[in-house]
């Protein structure tokens, strides 16, 4: 049974830093994407960043490029989203996923999710 779990949620000032952790378990997830998407309240789920866990090949939405970086270590089965000089408008609950490396910032195409760590920022 695949199992995401996240951790490294918080509240931070503007400005500040957070990493955020996901490990996964159930399968081997060389021939996946690992994914991390945020939700804020009233909005549609949107992409943040992903990995293809085997070739390392990273993306990032445009709002988060520069400031956040995504990165997995393979003998701890773990992605983690180092998030820095965070916004109020980062505020929202993350969500890790794994899914098909054929599009990895499409949310459709991500199978499994966790069930999400709540970062807020203040300003």
């Known amino acids: 049974q695949v199992q995401l779990v996240e951790s490294g949620g918080g509240l931070v000032q503007a400005g500040g830093s957070l990493r955020l952790s996901c490990a996964a378990s159930?399968?081997?997830?060389?021939?996946?994407?690992m994914g991390w998407f945020r939700q804020a309240p009233g909005k549609e789920r949107e992409f943040v960043a992903a990995?293809?866990?085997?070739?390392?090949?990273?993306y990032y939405a445009d709002s988060v490029k520069g400031r956040f970086t995504i990165s997995r270590d393979n003998a701890k089965n773990t992605v983690y989203l180092q998030m820095s000089s965070l916004r109020p408008e980062d505020t929202a609950v993350y969500f890790c996923?794994?899914?098909?490396?054929?599009?990895?910032?499409?949310?459709?195409?991500?199978?499994?999710w966790g069930q999400g760590t709540q970062v807020t920022v203040s300003s």
């Open positions: 996923a794994a899914g098909s490396t054929l599009a990895p910032m499409s949310r459709r195409l991500y199978a499994y």
């Open positions: 159930g399968r081997t997830f060389s021939n996946y994407a």
């Open positions: 990995i293809r866990w085997s070739a390392g090949n990273t």
